[in-house]
């Protein structure tokens, strides 16, 4: 889901998920089974613009919950840099490869 204010980052924005959760076309999708959502923050040492972020992506997940049966279960957000504030926020999975591996050149 596209949460962040950032032109760099992608992904749907919460009213055509919306939109297209409650169309035919999801329906036909008979060998896929979503289970969860994924976003990312802000890029910004801004810790109340970040917080807001995983706040609205929690929020979002918590709306979809009632498109999906009991195995919609993932709410990923939070990186190297944040991912404590995002389990704080509610995620579930987060991405910290960086600090496993280290930076990317």
């Not at 962040?4 to 089974?33: C, H, M, P, V």
């Not at 929690?58 to 939070?78: E, Q, R, V, W």
């Amino acid at each position: 889901i596209h949460s962040a204010k950032e032109e760099s980052k992608t992904g749907w924005a919460f009213d055509e998920l919306e939109t297209y959760l409650q169309s035919e076309a999801i329906k036909s999708l008979k060998n896929i089974r979503v289970r969860g959502v994924m976003g990312m923050a802000t890029n910004t040492d801004d810790e109340a613009t970040i917080r807001a972020d995983f706040e609205r992506l929690a929020h979002h997940y918590n709306n979809l919950k009632p498109f999906f049966d009991n195995t919609f279960d993932i709410l990923s957000m939070g990186m190297s840099d944040d991912y404590e504030l995002a389990i704080e926020c509610g995620s579930t999975m987060v991405r910290i490869g960086s600090s496993i591996f280290g930076n990317r050149y």
